[in-house]
């Protein structure tokens, strides 16, 4: 399988992030492509909340969506949309961070909403919450395409390993983590902790990324990787965005689950901890 990935600094303009990602397509599918993975929030990074609630809608109006499944359809690519900002999809009224996959007819074959909001209050006197305006996901989710079974995530997920022990329980040979990391916990542990998921699992690890500076003021990290099940990485994309292709042999999953078969040795552990 070859995997474009899409390194990327959206806007706070869905017609014209939609244009950029109708563009990556054809460029994905010029270079060779099977699929195309592309970051979180990748219709809209805003995080003026006022100016957000009057640009987002819910999924059936969704001007990004409708563009990535009709030229998903056009170039005959499988797409996986990182996730996108929604809203009126909840009865709680929160909005939803939602990840798709899209074949190659233009079809959604799979949804998920993301598990585990960012709330933090960071060193240098960044605060996140998330949960003040996004509601959590409920499902698991993982997807049979062409070439393996891939386990849906999005960005913060990524530090909850019994996630991925599930997904890959689950039959997932790669884990597809889009991400808007900020930089200084993306200097300190986005490498780090996307190794550990891929060698934990025995899959690999596709991690799409929002980069540089953004119209709403923020600044993300970037290094969108590729990473086999063995923790090599495959690709860095650093911190330019732009368009990067990595060519996967699915027969290195099984030929590192037969050296170290972390999968076969897992076992279902007591819910209590005994302390003394």
């Not at 397509?25 to 995080?47: N, Q, S, Y």
């Not at 934990?200 to 953004?214: D, K, L, N, P």
Request: net charge negative; charged share 25%.
């Amino acid at each position: 399988m070859r995997a474009a990935i899409l390194q990327c600094t959206s806007g706070i303009d869905p017609a014209a992030n939609a244009a950029m990602l109708v563009g990556a397509i054809h460029e994905a599918k010029a270079g060779g492509a099977d699929m195309l993975f592309t970051p979180e929030m990748v219709g809209c990074l805003d995080r003026d909340r006022k100016r957000a609630a009057e640009t987002l809608t819910d999924e059936a109006h969704d001007v990004v969506l409708a563009a990535v499944c009709e030229a998903a359809a056009k170039a005959s690519l499988w797409v996986h949309i990182g996730s996108l900002g929604l809203k009126g999809e909840r009865d709680d009224k929160r909005w939803s961070n939602r990840g798709f996959v899209v074949d190659d007819k233009g079809e959604i074959r799979a949804r998920y909403d993301k598990i585990h909001l960012f709330d933090v209050d960071l060193p240098d006197g960044v605060s996140w919450r998330e949960s003040a305006v996004y509601g959590p996901g409920e499902a698991l989710v993982a997807v049979d395409t062409p070439w393996a079974r891939m386990g849906l995530s999005v960005c913060y997920d990524l530090r909850f390993a019994d996630l991925y022990r599930r997904l890959s329980d689950a039959g997932a040979n790669i884990l597809v983590i889009p991400a808007a990391f900020t930089v200084p916990t993306g200097k300190a542990h986005w490498e780090t902790l996307l190794r550990a998921r891929a060698i934990e699992s025995a899959c690999f690890v596709i991690a799409a990324a929002q980069v540089g500076s953004h119209e709403d003021g923020r600044e993300t990290y970037g290094h969108s990787l590729v990473i086999d099940p063995w923790g090599e990485i495959l690709l860095d994309m650093g911190d330019k965005a732009g368009l990067g292709f990595a060519d996967i042999d699915f027969g290195r999953v099984e030929e590192v689950r037969a050296r170290v078969p972390v999968l076969t040795h897992r076992r279902t552990l007591p819910e209590r901890v005994s302390v003394s």
